[in-house]
C-alpha cells in the first residue's frame, strides 16, 4: 500500500494539522484534548473560520492556536477565497486539513493544493445520506442504524475514500437532538483516532483499489 501519512518525518519534528470549522467546533476541542501537543507529537497549527462568530475560534484561542477567518462574503468566487486559504495553510507548514463541522463545499482548486491531505467528518454511515442534513435524513427515512465516517475528501460530495466508520443504533424515542447527542459521543473518539492513525503513517492507499483505505492493524 502508499502511505499517505506522516512516516518521512524525523521522530522531533511535529505533524501540524490545520483544522476548519463553521460553528461550535465540539470536534475540534476533542483533538485539543487528546493530540494537540501530546505524546503523538502532533500539533494544531491554525483553526481557519470561514464565519467570525463561530464559538470554536474561541477554543482555540484558549488554547493558544492561532485562529484566521475568511468569511466568503470578502470573496467573489469560491476558488478565489479556498486559494487565500490554502496559501494560508501552506504557509503555516500543514500536513493534514481537517474539516471538522465546516459548512462549505471545498473547491477543486483547494483539494489540488492539498492531494490526499484533506479529511471530512460525516454524521451518517456513508454513502447513505450524503449532504447537509444526515441526521434529519436518517431518521424521516426511518433508517433503524446510522453512524459516523470520517473520510478523505475528493470532488465530490460526501464521496471520497472511507478511513473510519462506527454504526450507531437509531431508538424508537429518538429525536434528532438526541441522536445528534449520541453521534457526536463517536465523533469525538473517531476523528481524533483517525488524524492518530494518518500521522503515524499507518493510513494507506490499497495499490489495486485507490478508493480503499488500508490501516496497518487490519
Ligand atoms: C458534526 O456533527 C460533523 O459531523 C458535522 O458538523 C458537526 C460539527 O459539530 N459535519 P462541532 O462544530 O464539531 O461541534
Redesign the pocket.
Known amino acids: 500500500m502508499s502511505m499517505s501519512g506522516g512516516e518521512d518525518r524525523s521522530p522531533e519534528e511535529k505533524f501540524r494539522l490545520g483544522v476548519l470549522?463553521s460553528?461550535?467546533?465540539?470536534?475540534?476541542q476533542s483533538i485539543i484534548d487528546r493530540l494537540h501537543q501530546g505524546p503523538g507529537n502532533i500539533e494544531i497549527a491554525v483553526v481557519i473560520s470561514d464565519n467570525p462568530g463561530a464559538y470554536?475560534l474561541k477554543r482555540a484561542e484558549k488554547a493558544g492556536i492561532p485562529t484566521a477567518v475568511y468569511p466568503m462574503s470578502g470573496y467573489s468566487s469560491r476558488a478565489a477565497h479556498d486559494l487565500d486559504m490554502a496559501e494560508e495553510l501552506a504557509r503555516r507548514g500543514v500536513d493534514l486539513v481537517v474539516l471538522?463541522?465546516y459548512m462549505l463545499i471545498v473547491t477543486s482548486e483547494f483539494l489540488q493544493r492539498f492531494p490526499h491531505r484533506v479529511i471530512n467528518?460525516?454524521?451518517s454511515l456513508l454513502p447513505a445520506f450524503p449532504g447537509g442534513t444526515p441526521i434529519e435524513d436518517t431518521m424521516a427515512y426511518g433508517a433503524r442504524v446510522t453512524g459516523v465516517t470520517v473520510h478523505f475528501v475528493d470532488e465530490g460530495t460526501d464521496t471520497g475514500p472511507i478511513i473510519l466508520q462506527e454504526a450507531v443504533d437509531i431508538k424508537y424515542n429518538d429525536t434528532v437532538e438526541s441522536l445528534r447527542e449520541r453521534?457526536?459521543k463517536v465523533?469525538h473518539r473517531l476523528l481524533p483516532d483517525a488524524v492518530q492513525l494518518i500521522a503515524s503513517g499507518r493510513a494507506g492507499f490499497a495499490s489495486e483499489n485507490p478508493r480503499r483505505v488500508i490501516i496497518e492493524s487490519d
Open positions: 470549522i460553528g461550535s467546533g465540539s470536534n475540534l470554536g471538522a463541522g467528518l460525516h454524521p453521534i457526536h465523533e
